[in-house]
C-alpha cells in the first residue's frame, strides 16, 4: 500500500488527506461527468445519489465547483473534491483538451476540501493541461490543500515505450507525481503483475478508474481487489456507483475491499 507521504507538510495538508484518504486509501466517487456529457444516468437525480454515497461511506466525492457550491451547503458534508478541468463532447478536435476553470483557492471558498485536475497524455494538447496542472498544485501548495490527479495515457500521439507493460499508466502516475499531486488516479492496467509497476513508479496513493458502466459490478470488484493486492490506494470510479440503482451498497462493497 502507497503511503501519503511529505516531511514538511502542512498540518492543514496533513489533516485534509487524512479526512479524503484515511490511512492512504479511498472510495473517491467522481460525479463530474455532467459538464462532458448529458443526459447521463444518475445524474439526473443528483441529490439523492450524493446522499446515498455520504450514506454508503464514500471517502470523497469529486464534482465541478457548481455542485460543489450547491451540495455543500445542501449536505455540510466535508468530502467533497473540486475537479478544475473541463471539455465537452461538443469540442470536436479540442474534445479532449480540459481547460482550467477554477483556482484551488475558490475551491476551498465553494466547500472542497481537495481539488482535481486531468491531463490526457499524448493529446495535442498535453502541454496546456500540464501548465495548468502545475498552477493548481501551486496554488493548492499555498492554501495546504490535496491535488488528485487524473492522468490519462490516450491521445494520438502517445509513445508507446518498448517493455511497458503498464501502456503508459505508470509513466501516468509518474507524471501526477513529480508535478505536486497527492493522489493520482489511472486505468487499470489489467493484471497485477503490471499495475504493481505502477505503484511502484510512485510514492503517493494510486486510485483506478472504474470506466464504463454495463461490464458488471461483480467484475469490477474482482478488479478492485487485485488492484489492492498490488499494492493500490483505492478507487476513483463514477459510473459504476452513481448511475447503479443502489449507490450505498456499491460503495459498502469497495469499503470492504479498500478499507476492511
Known amino acids: 500500500m502507497q503511503e501519503v ?26 460525479m463530474d461527468h455532467g459538464i462532458s456529457s448529458y443526459p447521463e444516468d444518475g445524474l439526473d437525480r443528483m441529490d439523492s445519489v450524493i446522499d446515498s454515497v455520504i450514506a454508503g461511506g464514500a471517502d470523497a466525492i469529486v464534482c465541478q465547483k457548481g455542485v460543489v457550491s450547491h451540495q455543500s451547503a445542501r449536505t455540510g458534508w466535508d468530502g467533497f473534491v473540486c475537479h478544475v ?24 471558498s465553494r466547500g472542497a476540501n481537495g481539488i482535481s ?17 502545475g498552477e493548481l498544485t501551486s496554488e493548492a501548495h499555498a492554501l495546504g490543500m490535496p491535488v488528485l490527479g487524473m492522468v490519462y495515457p490516450r491521445g494520438p500521439n502517445l509513445v508507446q515505450i518498448p517493455n511497458d507493460i503498464t501502456g503508459g499508466v505508470a509513466h501516468a502516475a509518474r507524471v501526477a507525481f513529480e508535478l505536486g499531486c497527492h493522489v493520482v488516479k489511472v486505468p487499470w492496467t489489467g493484471s497485477i503483475e503490471s499495475f504493481q509497476k505502477v505503484v511502484e513508479a510512485v510514492p503517493i496513493p494510486v486510485l483506478i478508474a472504474g470506466g464504463p458502466n454495463g461490464s458488471g459490478f461483480e467484475k469490477t470488484l474482482e478488479i478492485v481487489k487485485m ?34
Open 5 to 30: 507521504v511529505g516531511a514538511s507538510m502542512s498540518a492543514d495538508l496533513s489533516n485534509r488527506l487524512q479526512r479524503l484518504l484515511p490511512n492512504g486509501r479511498g472510495v473517491w466517487i467522481p
Open 85 to 108: 478541468s473541463v471539455s465537452t463532447v461538443h469540442g470536436g478536435e479540442n474534445a479532449q483538451k480540459k481547460i482550467k476553470v477554477c483556482s484551488a483557492s475558490e475551491a476551498l
Open 117 to 133: 485536475g486531468q491531463i490526457n497524455l499524448g493529446d495535442l494538447n498535453e502541454p496546456e493541461m500540464i501548465i495548468d496542472m
Open 227 to 260: 488492484a489492492m493486492q498490488a499494492g493500490g490506494g483505492g478507487v476513483c470510479m463514477g459510473r459504476q456507483v452513481f448511475g447503479s440503482e443502489d449507490p450505498s451498497s456499491c460503495i459498502r462493497s469497495l469499503r470492504e475491499i479498500i478499507h476492511g
